[in-house]
Nanobody
């Protein structure tokens, strides 16, 4: 069982930065692929970024590539999403998710077993 709690969201002006954190409980955290997803009002949930269990492989959606960076500290059971160059279209609720070992497609939310409650990110123009 893994429980996830996100933090770090807020209101920021376009061009600004935020760092989201996701604190995980559970002794098997370091075996899970971790992902960030987001959902804007009236839109479907979309993949943002993911990181392999050991942190050597990262994946980013094209829309955030070059601006967002995912990382993890297994010793702290925490995964981060550093967001730079924020745009109004990045406004959404951001969710942290955990997938068990062996996941075949990190971009599909259905592959993730555990989800956090979400944190709101609002970018003003």
């Amino acid at each position: 069982q893994v429980q996830l709690v996100e933090s770090g969201g807020g209101l920021v002006q376009a061009g600004g930065s935020l760092r989201l954190s996701c604190a995980a409980s559970g002794r098997t955290f370091n075996t899970y692929t971790m992902g960030w997803f987001r959902q804007a009002p009236g839109k479907e949930r979309e993949f943002v970024a993911a990181i392999s269990w050991i942190g050597r492989i990262t994946y980013n959606a094209d829309s955030v590539s070059g601006r967002f960076t995912i990382s993890r500290e297994n010793a702290r059971n925490t995964v981060y999403l550093q967001m730079n160059g924020l745009k109004p279209e990045d406004t959404a609720v951001y969710y942290c998710a955990a997938a068990p070992p062996g996941i075949t497609s990190v971009t599909l939310g259905d592959k993730y077993n555990y989800w956090g409650q979400g944190t709101q990110v609002t970018v003003s123009s």
